[in-house]
């Protein structure tokens, strides 16, 4: 190992982390930040502790967003804190994809809404904690359902959906959640807002037209 007064120096601040605030700390600065709705009680972190995983992680807090702004906000506190961070839907996941030993942001609490139906274009806007079940009750006047369908459809929201890519028993015909996501409002880490789109595909899996190469973009 490289001894040299100054390179040590460098290496001890390169891997300096800030000291891992505790719940109230965080709970206290996502409020500042205009996040209300969290919650650091001992009771609602052993709650979060566990998704459908034999997985056990404590979180120091868990929020519940009611806006896209929210959500922005509680990120640049975890980015200013260093606090790791994990979106959590329905919490169905069976190997620990929605627990942290950070911050849980519950989009189901508030963030739940099935927006509209389009029956024309056979799509639905829903928000990221929309139930799969409340969205194919929205569709059911036209006729329309969401397809992958994922045996936990009663609980599992297409937030978590999207984010384990899952899909069901009538997947052969309907395809993954991927394959019936049209656009995405995302969030990034960094605190960026876009709307991720299809190129060159009009369709939606299950209507029986023609699919369509989705990349490389289509010229037509
Ligand atoms: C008994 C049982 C049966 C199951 N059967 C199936 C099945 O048939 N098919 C299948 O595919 N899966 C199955 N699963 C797994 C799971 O139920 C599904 O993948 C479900 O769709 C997950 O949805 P959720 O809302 O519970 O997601 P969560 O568990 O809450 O989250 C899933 C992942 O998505 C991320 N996430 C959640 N919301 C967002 C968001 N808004 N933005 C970004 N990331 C987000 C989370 O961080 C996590 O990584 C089963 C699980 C159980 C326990």
Redesign the pocket.
């Known amino acids: 190992m490289h001894r040299g007064g100054g390179h040590a120096a460098n290496l001890a601040r390169v891997g300096h982390t800030p000291a891992a605030p505790g719940p109230t700390q965080l709970a206290g600065a996502l409020r500042k930040a205009g996040v209300p709705d969290v919650d650091a009680a001992p009771r609602r972190r052993a709650e979060y502790s566990s998704?459908?995983s034999n997985y056990r992680v404590v979180p120091e807090v868990v929020a519940f967003p009611r806006h896209t702004d929210e959500i922005v906000a509680a990120l640049g506190v975890c980015r200013e804190l260093g606090v790791p961070l994990?979106?959590?839907?329905?919490?169905?996941?069976?190997a620990g994809?929605?627990l942290s030993t950070g911050l849980v942001l519950d989009?189901s609490r508030h963030l739940n809404r099935v927006v509209e139906v389009d029956p024309e274009a056979r799509t639905a806007v829903a928000e990221?904690g929309a139930v799969l079940d409340d969205i194919s009750a929205a569709g059911a006047p036209y006729g329309l359902r969401f397809g992958p369908d994922?045996?936990?459809h009663a609980?599992?929201?297409i937030?978590?959906?999207?984010?384990?890519n899952?899909?069901?028993a009538r997947a052969l015909r309907y395809g993954r959640t991927a394959d019936n996501v049209v656009a995405l409002d995302v969030v990034t880490g960094t605190g960026v807002r876009f709307t991720a789109r299809r190129y060159g595909r009009d369709d939606v899996p299950g209507d029986g037209a023609p699919r369509r190469s989705c990349w490389p973009p289509s010229a037509a």
């Open positions: 998704d459908a994990v979106p959590r839907g329905g919490g169905t996941s069976i994809n929605a989009l990221p994922p045996s936990t609980r599992a929201t937030g978590g959906s999207i984010g384990n899952a899909c069901g």
